[in-house]
């Protein structure tokens, strides 16, 4: 055999290596897009836009001592970092704020929401199960009001009216496919003013640090594995 062609199959096996340990495990056993989940090598973040928003600063967390305040323009983010009891969990952003929350607590916290269903910045994919979740919630004793859910080609919209105990207004808009939610509207008038709007911008994916210590180590691998290919090569021409 050739040494230059000794050298080529080496380099060949190595990249081999690489493209087999770099291959992620997508989780197949929740309802969420399989985009979403977190593996060992990357993180899933939303981002999404303000567009209206209360002046006044927001306890996140009733009796929490933890503010957020925010304006329009700014960005909202969720950095999905894990999945805990069948919910998504992660990194919120919303203008001065960055804390950990899972997805029902970020619903309940921004009124994204029907107390009790708490679909949030991203939803389950098993629409029905969705549909009589926010159709029990709408139709409950305090939150009692009307609901339209509306279907289109690639959106599920909810459309929810609180009366007469209370006068909440929220309208969710989310992609049916990723579970993403595209577009949303929520006021809530108890002793101030509440309203929050936002409109989707992306997902992106940020590599871990696993991923970059596997790619610097795997690299390192194909360096030591073409230069011994050389070394032994040479020395059988040698002999040769």
């Known amino acids: 055999m050739r040494p230059r062609t000794e050298v080529m199959l080496s380099f060949v096996f190595a990249i081999s290596i690489i493209l087999f340990c770099v291959q992620p495990t997508t989780a197949q056993t929740l309802p969420y897009a399989p985009q979403l989940y977190p593996d060992a090598f990357s993180t899933s973040k939303i981002h999404w836009r303000i567009t209206n928003v209360t002046d006044a600063a927001?306890?996140?967390?009733?009796?929490?001592?933890?503010?957020?305040?925010?304006?329009?323009?700014?960005?909202?983010?969720?950095?999905?970092?894990?999945?805990?009891?069948?919910?998504?969990?992660?990194?919120?952003?919303?203008?001065?704020?960055?804390?950990?929350?899972?997805?029902?607590?970020?619903?309940?916290?921004?009124?994204?929401?029907?107390?009790?269903?708490?679909?949030?910045?991203?939803?389950?994919?098993?629409?029905?199960?969705?549909?009589?979740?926010?159709?029990?919630?709408?139709?409950?004793?305090?939150?009692?009001?009307?609901?339209?859910?509306?279907?289109?080609?690639?959106?599920?919209t909810y459309v929810y009216?609180?009366?007469?105990?209370?006068?909440?207004?929220?309208?969710?808009?989310?992609?049916?496919?990723?579970?993403?939610l595209l577009s949303a509207y929520t006021e809530f008038f108890f002793q101030n003013d509440y309203h929050l709007g936002i409109d989707f911008v992306a997902l992106t994916q940020n590599p871990t640090f696993l991923n970059t210590l596997l790619f610097v180590g795997t690299f390192g691998i194909v360096l030591v594995i073409v230069f011994f290919a050389i070394v032994i090569s040479d020395t059988r021409s040698k002999k040769g």
């Not at 203008?95 to 389950?124: K, M, Q, Y």
């Not at 139709?139 to 690639?154: A, Y």
């Not at 009216?161 to 993403?180: C, R």
């Open 161 to 180: 009216h609180q009366g007469p105990w209370g006068n909440q207004n929220t309208t969710l808009i989310y992609d049916i496919n990723s579970g993403i």
């Open 58 to 156: 927001v306890e996140f967390g009733y009796g929490s001592g933890t503010f957020w305040h925010a304006q329009a323009g700014q960005a909202l983010s969720f950095e999905i970092q894990g999945i805990v009891n069948d919910e998504l969990t992660g990194l919120l952003t919303i203008g001065n704020l960055t804390l950990p929350a899972n997805d029902s607590r970020i619903a309940a916290e921004l009124v994204f929401s029907i107390w009790p269903w708490f679909p949030g910045l991203v939803s389950h994919l098993d629409w029905n199960a969705v549909d009589q979740a926010a159709t029990e919630a709408a139709t409950g004793f305090w939150m009692n009001g009307t609901l339209d859910i509306l279907e289109g080609l690639s959106t599920k």
